[in-house]
């Protein structure tokens, strides 16, 4: 168990992160889309970055790619992710949403 001192500190380095993600999230979002178009997955990702919480960013689509389409998109995404923030790999883990009228796929970047 953590104590609230090591507690501040993994809140502390998320937040660094996150700021580091924030200030990149135009170049992510520019290194992302041509990743997807190499990898032919021709659709839209996007990125947004929370203010608290365990996730360094989320991702989420308006389309209904496959499973196996999405799950290739989240590797992209938390490949170039940890590229900017210094991780050897992080993973993505599919988070809960809706949308009227339409589908979504969405996950959250967190390391583990």
């Not at 839209?44 to 919480?53: A, E």
């Amino acid at each position: 168990m953590c104590t609230d001192h090591e507690y501040q500190e993994i809140d502390d380095a998320l937040d660094t992160q996150r700021d580091i993600i924030r200030r990149s999230l135009d170049a992510i979002a520019s290194d992302v889309g041509m990743a997807l178009r190499d990898a032919d997955l021709n659709f839209p990702v996007f990125l947004t970055v929370p203010n608290s919480g365990r996730s360094l960013a989320s991702i989420a689509t308006p389309l209904d790619p496959s499973d196996v389409d999405w799950q290739r998109a989240s590797e992209i995404v938390c490949q170039i992710i940890a590229q900017k923030v210094g991780y050897d790999w992080l993973r993505a883990r599919e988070l809960a949403c809706a949308v009227a009228n339409s589908t979504v796929a969405a996950a959250d970047v967190i390391s583990d």
